[in-house]
């Protein structure tokens, strides 16, 4: 099956030839982070400070980049995890810069272990790591440790509804939000949407190449639920969330039946849709009317859910 592609807001068109979509391998995959990285855009030009460090973990150092708009005391904060599905990007991100800008935040983006070398848990466990020294070091941050949320795009979405999981389960203190903005969270795709070859950015195939380099394997439905959240049969006592994806996403059915999941689990869900928009146009094509929407929409969620 294709996509038809009249039903792609026209400002987001454009990003079809800049951004077309990507195919990648275990061969490729190593190339391909090296070619983003030498053709990444300059940051968003923000008034915030950053700073860059290595926190502990069992698993070695997990490095962090810190963003903060002031200093103003028991500010709250954001564990941001960035996308790539699994396999590429870095904490270097402008979502996490103007996140903090906006909110006069402390955003901590955590620069995970990236598959295929480094495999599920790895990055699930660098992201717990990070969200406990979160916990632990709230006087020396300067934040108020009870007033964290985690998010991310995409794969860090992915990451953010694992690691939701991971820390209801483990009895630790639960995040005021998770924020899931088209997160990447079913490894099988066997949805309505799933079924058409030709999305833009991010397509079947490619995803589903993804998905076997993160899960070392192709598990099915055995694969753990934190790595692919909507293999979890049991959702109660899951984080408020909000959930947005686009209508023209592969991931569209599967996230929109997980934010169902959530809010028929008792858990706070608020669901964004937004028609016209492909996988990841918001973050390329930001100036687009849609892509605004988005973002104000996941400000103002977040707003709502760290100062309460």
């Given at each position: 099956?294709?996509?038809?592609?009249?039903?792609?807001?026209?400002?987001?068109?454009?990003?079809?030839?800049?951004?077309?979509?990507?195919?990648?391998?275990?061969?490729?995959?190593?190339?391909?982070?090296?070619?983003?990285?030498?053709?990444?855009?300059?940051?968003?030009?923000?008034?915030?400070?950053?700073?860059?460090?290595?926190?502990?973990?069992?698993?070695?150092?997990?490095?962090?980049?810190?963003?903060?708009?002031?200093?103003?005391?028991?500010?709250?904060?954001?564990?941001?995890?960035?996308?790539?599905?699994?396999?590429?990007?870095?904490?270097?991100?402008?979502?996490?810069?103007?996140?903090?800008?906006?909110?006069?935040?402390?955003?901590?983006?955590?620069?995970?272990?990236?598959?295929?070398?480094?495999?599920?848990?790895?990055?699930?466990?660098?992201?717990?790591?990070?969200?406990?020294?979160?916990?632990?070091s709230g006087e020396a941050l300067g934040i108020n440790a009870s007033r964290v949320a985690i998010g991310g795009a995409s794969a860090g979405g992915g990451l953010a509804a694992g690691l939701a999981l991971k820390l209801r389960d483990l009895g630790e203190p639960l995040p005021a939000l998770q924020l899931l903005l088209y997160p990447m969270i079913d490894n099988l795709h066997d949805t309505p949407s799933g079924q058409y070859s030709n999305h833009p950015v991010w397509p079947q195939a490619t995803s589903f190449a993804a998905w076997e380099m993160y899960l070392d394997g192709t598990p099915g439905l055995e694969a753990s639920i934190y790595a692919a959240a909507t293999r979890a049969h049991d959702l109660k006592g899951s984080p408020p969330a909000y959930l947005c994806v686009g209508t023209e996403d592969l991931f569209y059915d599967e996230d929109v039946q997980y934010a169902a999941r959530l809010s028929q689990a008792g858990v706070p869900c608020e669901l964004a849709v937004f028609p016209g928009l492909y996988h990841g146009a918001d973050s390329f094509m930001f100036e687009a009317k849609v892509s605004q929407r988005l973002h104000r929409s996941l400000i103002n969620a977040l707003r709502d859910a760290l100062e309460g």
């Amino acid at each position: 099956m294709e996509l038809d592609y009249s039903r792609i807001d026209p400002e987001l068109l454009p990003g079809l030839e800049a951004f077309p979509a990507l195919e990648i391998t275990r061969d490729n995959v190593v190339a391909l982070r090296n070619a983003m990285l030498a053709n990444r855009a300059e940051p968003v030009d923000l008034p915030i400070t950053r700073e860059a460090k290595d926190i502990p973990s069992e698993d070695g150092a997990v490095p962090i980049i810190i963003y903060r708009k002031s200093e103003r005391a028991h500010q709250p904060a954001v564990l941001w995890i960035h996308g790539g599905g699994y396999l590429l990007g870095s904490a270097e991100d402008d979502r996490a810069r103007r996140i903090a800008h906006e909110l006069d935040c402390t955003v901590v983006s955590v620069d995970y272990r990236l598959a295929p070398e480094h495999p599920f848990p790895a990055g699930l466990n660098d992201c717990l790591a990070a969200y406990q020294w979160m916990q632990a070091s709230g006087e020396a941050l300067g934040i108020n440790a009870s007033r964290v949320a985690i998010g991310g795009a995409s794969a860090g979405g992915g990451l953010a509804a694992g690691l939701a999981l991971k820390l209801r389960d483990l009895g630790e203190p639960l995040p005021a939000l998770q924020l899931l903005l088209y997160p990447m969270i079913d490894n099988l795709h066997d949805t309505p949407s799933g079924q058409y070859s030709n999305h833009p950015v991010w397509p079947q195939a490619t995803s589903f190449a993804a998905w076997e380099m993160y899960l070392d394997g192709t598990p099915g439905l055995e694969a753990s639920i934190y790595a692919a959240a909507t293999r979890a049969h049991d959702l109660k006592g899951s984080p408020p969330a909000y959930l947005c994806v686009g209508t023209e996403d592969l991931f569209y059915d599967e996230d929109v039946q997980y934010a169902a999941r959530l809010s028929q689990a008792g858990v706070p869900c608020e669901l964004a849709v937004f028609p016209g928009l492909y996988h990841g146009a918001d973050s390329f094509m930001f100036e687009a009317k849609v892509s605004q929407r988005l973002h104000r929409s996941l400000i103002n969620a977040l707003r709502d859910a760290l100062e309460g």
